[in-house]
């Protein structure tokens, strides 16, 4: 079977890993043909850690068109304006893509419903991996019966939260904290209007279940906790669910969980393989 010739946008944390795996997994059925960031010197750090490099690389959207004839997955691990600029334009050149910087479905008005519209039009797919989060299988499932609710709540250590302008605004004074503290409780539309940090798993759940205004999120400030710990409730006819997740950082972006980067990998096998467990 042919290869699939994948382009990544995107060589921070989440696309080197991803490259990384690509290039050491002949058993993954991926070709890395095309690599793109903003920052030339991002793209030269990781060909160095590659036994393959791709042929092209690029590091804006000019003459894109022409480019992407030369791949049939577009992979976006770059930022939430990535989204716009590399993504629209593959799927309507009928290419895969998948999607990390998910949050900029939740922000951007419209942009959903935008891509499901050209990807219906032109029989393309788009991957969501589940990122940084867990339990959006049982999730799914749950929303073919009925939701009733969904709650998030996350905790991280109150240095997570320095120079978040919400936060500044309350007057809460982060080195001051000893046990933990809520600094917000509202739906995942408005927390991700707050807590921009928390916008891609906001954005995964309310995509699953029951939307970003029915969705709600906590945030919570712990000085007991040196990790991001997701906590995930959902209500339904199946019955009840409950989910946490202990995100150990990524060692080179340590804004971003590790796991993300992982979930786009095991996503990345389940397109190559012919047998697909799980929801
Ligand atoms: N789905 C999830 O649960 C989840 C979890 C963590 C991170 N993310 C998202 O995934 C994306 C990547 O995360 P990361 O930790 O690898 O980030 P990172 O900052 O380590 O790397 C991003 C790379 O993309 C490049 N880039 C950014 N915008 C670009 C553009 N418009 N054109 C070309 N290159 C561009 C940057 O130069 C950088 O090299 C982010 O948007 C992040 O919010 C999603």
Not at 82 to 100: N, S, T, W, Y
């Amino acid at each position: 079977m042919a290869k699939i010739r994948a382009g990544v946008v995107g060589c921070g944390a989440i696309g080197s890993e991803i490259c990384k795996s690509i290039d050491s997994e002949s058993g993954l059925g991926i070709e890395l043909k095309l690599l793109i960031d903003k920052h030339p010197e991002n793209i030269e750090r990781l060909c160095k850690k590659l036994k393959n490099k791709p042929d092209i690389i690029k590091s804006d959207s000019t003459k894109l068109d022409e480019t992407l004839t030369e791949v049939d997955l577009l992979i976006e691990c770059a930022s939430q304006a990535a989204v716009r600029e590399f993504v629209i334009p593959a799927l309507k050149q009928g290419k895969d893509a998948m999607i990390l910087s998910v949050g900029a479905l939740l922000c951007e008005p419209g942009l959903f419903e935008e891509l499901e519209s050209i990807s219906k039009e032109k029989g393309c797919r788009v991957y969501i991996p589940s990122g940084a989060v867990a339990g959006i299988d049982g999730l799914k499932s749950g929303a073919v019966g009925g939701i009733q609710s969904v709650e998030l709540r996350t905790r991280k250590p109150p240095s997570g939260f320095e120079g978040n302008e919400y936060v500044k605004e309350k007057g809460i004074d982060l080195s001051s904290i000893e046990r933990e503290k809520t600094l917000f409780t509202g739906s995942a539309k408005e927390a991700v209007k707050y807590f921009p940090e928390n916008v891609n798993v906001a954005a995964s759940l309310s995509l699953a279940g029951i939307g970003s205004e029915a969705t709600r999120v906590t945030i919570v400030a712990d000085p007991s906790t040196m990790e991001n710990v997701h906590e995930i409730k959902v209500r339904g006819e199946f019955g009840k669910l409950f989910v946490r997740v202990e995100n150990v950082p990524s060692r080179a972006n340590p804004k971003t969980s590790y796991l993300a980067a992982l979930s786009a990998i095991a996503t990345l096998k389940s397109i190559s393989y012919p047998i697909r467990v799980g929801t």
